[in-house]
């Protein structure tokens, strides 16, 4: 990352479902953006999972694995879909996966969940009147370790009956490299803190909570919280505005940022990003909504976009070094939707094209 490069790679990749209908309206918001601000774009365009499945019977080509390695950034749409749930296919767990085993490639192992109240959408949220007014919350998710990697795991028999494991391990390093990257998280923002866990009942969350403490020591000026992660959800429930940085690992942070999701309105509305790097010091990403490929509305061009939209202004700011362009994309999405454009998800009746033209049109000022 560098303030004075004019020129960037994109590797875009729709995926499934709604994935490439969000992803065409993120790389359109990109070049207008870029177009703008002088900013060179070379998008390459490649299938992921399902639709990589179909096409080279593999859910992520070692050729595209080389390109997300030369690229500046990677836009996702999203992946899956219940056609390919049931394919195994020799390898790892990162193997049944094109996107997770882009994420375990590229090693980007900080996931940055950035949800917050719109008051526009307040009508949306199961939250009585108030409670989630000015609610700003990151969730920063551990995405390449844990539980949905470790092994050994599988499935056989024991005692006469069927018998399915898992192994929930972390390493001291993984753990050390995460809470680094939420303590630096924590200072940009409000300085505040909350790590959780199950330390109460698991050996991983022992050691995730002691690697915590340790790395606490280096950042006197955030204020850390522990929760277990049962309780945590309740208190983000009940006060999402008492929260700025919630840390988790892979499992329990992809739990708590869809939860995070209803503080917005719909989980259509939450961008994401998956670093290689805490903020700052980023060689590879992977920018994605936090959505699935929503096969129920696949399709039918009412996907809401704005997820992958402000999945493409954290492009601007994390992997291009230009948060002053970030701040214009995501002032656009604002005013959109304060002028009533919304999707069927979001109580509206317009079109994922109709909110994406709106946005160009307010970039367009
Ligand atoms: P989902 O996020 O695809 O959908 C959940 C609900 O939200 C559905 O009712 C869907 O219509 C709605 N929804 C989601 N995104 C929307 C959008 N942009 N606009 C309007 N409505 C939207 O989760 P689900 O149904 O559990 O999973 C569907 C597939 O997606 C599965 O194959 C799953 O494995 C995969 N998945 C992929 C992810 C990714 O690529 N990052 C993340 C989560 C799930
Ligand atoms: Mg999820």
Partial sequence: MNDHMTKFKVLALGGDGIGPEVLEAGLAVAAETAARAGVELEVTHDLLHGAAWEEYGTF???????????????????????????????????MQDGLMRLRFELDTYAGLR?????????????????????????????????????????????????????????????LTRI???GFELAQKRSGRLVSADKANVMESYKLWRAVVNEVSADFPDVTLTHMYADNCAYQM????????????????????????AIVSGGLGMLPSACLNGAP??????????????????????????????????????????????ARTIEAAVKSAVAAGMRTPDIGGTDRTKDVTDAVLQRLER
């Fill in 179 to 181: 809470a680094v990257a």
């Fill in 114 to 174: 950035p949800t917050r109240h719109w008051p526009e959408l307040s009508d949306r949220t199961p939250f009585a009147t108030g409670v989630a007014d000015g609610a700003d919350i990151m969730v920063l998710r551990e995405m390449t370790g844990g539980v949905m990697f470790a092994e050994p795991r599988g499935q056989d028999q024991r005692n006469g009956t069927r018998y399915a494991y898992d192994t929930a391990g972390y390493g001291e390093e993984e």
């Fill in 280 to 325: 700052g010091s980023v060689s590879h990403a992977i920018y994605e909504p936090v959505h699935g490929s929503a096969p129920d509305i696949a399709g039918q061009g009412i996907a809401n976009p704005v997820g992958m939209i402000l999945s493409v202004a954290m492009m601007f700011e994390h992997s291009f070094g230009r948060p002053e362009l």
């Fill in 60 to 94: 992520c080509r070692e050729e595209t694995l080389t390109v997300a390695k030369e690229s500046d950034a990677i836009l996702v749409g999203a992946v899956g879909g219940p056609k390919w749930d049931d394919i195994r296919v020799p390898g790892g767990p990162e």
């Fill in 237 to 260: 429930a009940m006060r999402p505005t008492e929260f700025d940085v919630i840390m988790g690992c892979n499992l329990l942070g992809d739990l708590l940022s869809d939860l995070a």
